[in-house]
């Protein structure tokens, strides 16, 4: 079965860390775009982080998260520190075979979607 299944989620104090993964089956991704995008409640699901021939963050997380990819476990990571009260919300993860540089972290570059896991910052 190809699927994308995100994992790492939780509840987290104001300056903590969580690390994302998203890990793929039935498919390999060497070659393929991934990105990580978040929803919050009653707002447009966004770019956070994405990783090509080039890698983008969005600025309200640039040096807080890190995005990774480890081809032999076939997963791709998101690395976020000092967690805020905004960063809350469902974090997906998002593949294509492609190679994109440029303003490519946008949902309509990317076709294959996980599930989702909840990440909440909160005291």
């Known amino acids: 079965q190809v699927q994308l299944v995100e994992s790492g989620g939780g509840l987290v104090q104001p300056g903590g860390s969580l690390r994302l993964a998203c890990a793929a089956s039935g498919f390999t991704l060497d070659g393929y775009a991934i990105g990580w995008f978040r929803q919050a409640p009653g707002k447009e699901r966004e770019g956070v982080s994405c990783i090509s021939s080039s890698t983008y963050y969005r600025d309200s997380v640039k040096g807080r998260f890190t995005i990774s990819r480890d081809n032999a476990k076939n997963t791709v990571y998101l690395q976020m520190n000092s967690l805020k009260p905004e960063d809350t919300a469902v974090y997906y993860c998002?593949?294509?075979?492609?190679?994109?540089?440029?303003?490519?972290?946008?949902?309509?570059?990317?076709?294959?979607w996980g599930q989702g896991t909840q990440v909440t910052v909160s005291s």
């Open positions: 998002a593949a294509q075979r492609a190679s994109y540089s440029g303003a490519y972290c946008q949902r309509r570059f990317f076709g294959f």
